[in-house]
T-cell receptor
Framework: EAGVTQFPSHSVIEKGQTVTLRCDPI?????LYWYRRVMGKEIKFLLH????????ESGMPNNRFLAERTGGTYSTLKVQPAELEDSGVYFC?????????????FGSGTRLTVV | GQQLNQSPQSMFIQEGEDVSMNCTSS?????WLWYKQEPGEGPVLLIA?????ELTSNGRLTAQFGITRKDSFLNISASIPSDVGIYFC?????????????FGKGTKLSVKP
């Protein structure tokens, strides 16, 4: 089966611009997660979708970040306007059941650089 | 919020040497996980630990879930060049709507042939 696909793999944008990251989970996986790793820091949870509903968005940094999952398939994460501190690697992961123990499959990530 | 302290931050070792890294937390987790991330890839699960005191092996990797549920270690025996990468520990509490992972900052491993 195809894995979790993220697009783009890299993005360099200027401060104040808008960027949209996309994640295609494994087909049939209802649970979709977004995580972010800022350089040298830990990978941090951003939010969790179950199908098209936001189950937990407690990790979203601020209202410049907007995540959607229309139709419960792929998800987008939009940053508008981007700030320097938003730079990092954004990972998407999916699983077939909520609370699956360690059962996440991660994508390769999108490396975002804000200059 | 919950935080994990992972050490060491980086390691430079000779091929064939054994490696040990660990994670500690101020709070309890139901599950401890160890991931490896290679350049340009996402984290890949190496070992999952479900019970306090559990010792689990996966090839040359061995990990243990601390008896207090607040710590875990990962050992790699007889390291080889392909062991290079960043190793992350992660704690997980599950049930209900939970399931998100709390990660350590990672241990960057370099292996000299």
């Amino acid at each position: 089966e195809a894995g979790v696909t993220q697009f783009p793999s890299h993005s360099v944008i200027e401060k104040g611009q808008t960027v949209t990251l996309r994640c295609d989970p494994i087909s049939g996986h209802d649970n979709l997660y977004w995580y972010r790793r800022v350089m040298g820091k830990e990978i941090k949870f951003l939010l969790h979708f179950v199908k098209e509903s936001k189950q937990d968005e407690s990790g979203m940094p601020n209202n410049r970040f907007l995540a959607e999952r229309t139709g419960g398939t792929y998800s987008t994460l939009k940053v508008q306007p981007a700030e320097l501190e938003d730079s990092g690697v954004y990972f998407c992961a999916s699983s077939s059941r909520t609370g699956t123990i360690g059962g996440y499959t991660f994508g390769s990530g999108t490396r975002l650089t804000v200059v | 919020g919950q935080q994990l302290n992972q050490s060491p931050q980086s390691m430079f070792i000779q091929e064939g040497e054994d490696v040990s890294m660990n994670c500690t937390s101020s709070s309890i987790f139901n599950t401890w996980l160890w991931y490896k991330q290679e350049p340009g890839e996402g984290p890949v699960l190496l070992i999952a630990l479900y019970k306090a005191g559990e010792l689990t092996s996966n090839g040359r990797l061995t990990a243990q879930f601390g008896i207090t549920r607040k710590d875990s270690f990962l050992n790699i025996s007889a390291s080889i060049p392909s062991d290079v990468g960043i190793y992350f520990c992660a704690g997980q509490n599950y049930g209900g709507s939970q399931g998100n992972l709390i990660f350590g900052k990672g241990t960057k491993l370099s292996v000299k042939p």
